[in-house]
């Protein structure tokens, strides 16, 4: 049965850091893309980043050189090192993933990232 499933999220101090994982289970083959988006209360889900099969990867602009996404093809996982983290980072983070060019997105169940002062 296919699954996605990210963790790694929880409190973390702001300046702190986090690393969030996630494994995407029972697709054959290389996923496409990969990546992460966010939604905090009261707000639309946003893109953090993504990585492709070919290891492109894409921002968000608010990310600044703060966080850094990396996957490991052969196991279709994909990780987001999240360093010097803010209160506005706060959101539930979730895993996306696309097994090819011309797929629907596909979505973890989320994991939450609390920042605190």
């Known amino acids: 049965q296919a699954q996605i499933v990210e963790s790694g999220g929880g409190l973390v101090q702001a300046g702190g850091s986090l690393t969030l994982s996630c494994s995407a289970s029972g697709y054959a083959g290389t996923l496409d893309t990969m990546g992460w988006y966010r939604q905090a209360p009261g707000k639309q889900r946003e893109l953090v980043a993504t990585?492709?099969?070919?290891?492109?990867?894409n921002y968000a602009d608010f990310v600044q050189g703060r966080f850094s996404i990396g996957r490991h093809n052969a196991q279709n996982s994909v990780y987001l090192q999240m360093n010097s983290l803010r209160l506005e980072d706060t959101a539930v983070y979730y895993c996306?993933?696309?097994?090819?060019?011309?797929?629907?997105?596909?979505w973890g169940q989320g994991t939450q990232v609390t920042v605190s002062s």
């Open positions: 990585i492709s099969n070919r290891d492109t990867t």
């Open positions: 996306y993933i696309r097994r090819h060019r011309f797929a629907v997105g596909l």
